[in-house]
């Protein structure tokens, strides 16, 4: 039951996020309903793709009446055409440190995290506050390292 609210609450934002992304776009924008799991630690580097995958993440600190992170990674071919799509820079191209792909991503991120966290702050009451996002752009296994040793410090399982 309580997945079944989470996930509810993952449709709400989803909703708002990709309500936010048409409008900073100008473009249709289509989404899956989202899937929700509990997992081992040991196993997200797998779940995720592979420790070998070149991503773009962003991380964020919840505080507040509920405390935790949000890592938002997109494989790096994705990163780079949806910081394309943000910045009207056609065709997209590699994600090269550009500040201002940088920029746009960490933006896009903070819409996608706020939605959900705001879905969740509504639906249960709570005070919730989002951190700024630390961005790194390198392989899935380096990006997350730390974050499960973090996590494996207080649970043998995460949410995904």
Do not use: Q, W
């Amino acid at each position: 039951m309580e997945l079944d609210a989470l996930k509810e609450m993952m449709n709400i934002g989803t909703g708002r996020a990709a309500t936010a992304m048409s409008h900073m776009i100008s473009r249709k924008i289509m989404v899956k309903v989202p899937e929700i799991a509990v997992a081992p630690v040991g196993e997200l580097p797998r779940l995720l793709g592979g420790p070998g995958t070149l991503i773009v993440g962003l991380l964020f600190k919840i505080s507040g009446d509920l405390a935790g992170s949000i890592f938002l990674f997109f494989p790096k071919e994705i990163g780079a055409r949806l910081a394309g799509l943000l910045t009207a820079n056609l065709p997209a191209g590699e994600i090269t440190g550009d500040e201002l792909d940088k920029a746009a991503l960490m933006e896009l991120g903070n819409f996608m995290a706020n939605s959900y966290l705001n879905a969740m702050a509504e639906v249960m009451g709570l005070k919730i506050r989002l951190s700024a996002p630390c961005y790194a752009d390198d392989y899935l296994g380096s990006v997350i390292d730390f974050l499960l040793i973090e996590i494996a410090e207080v649970s043998e399982r995460a949410l995904l």
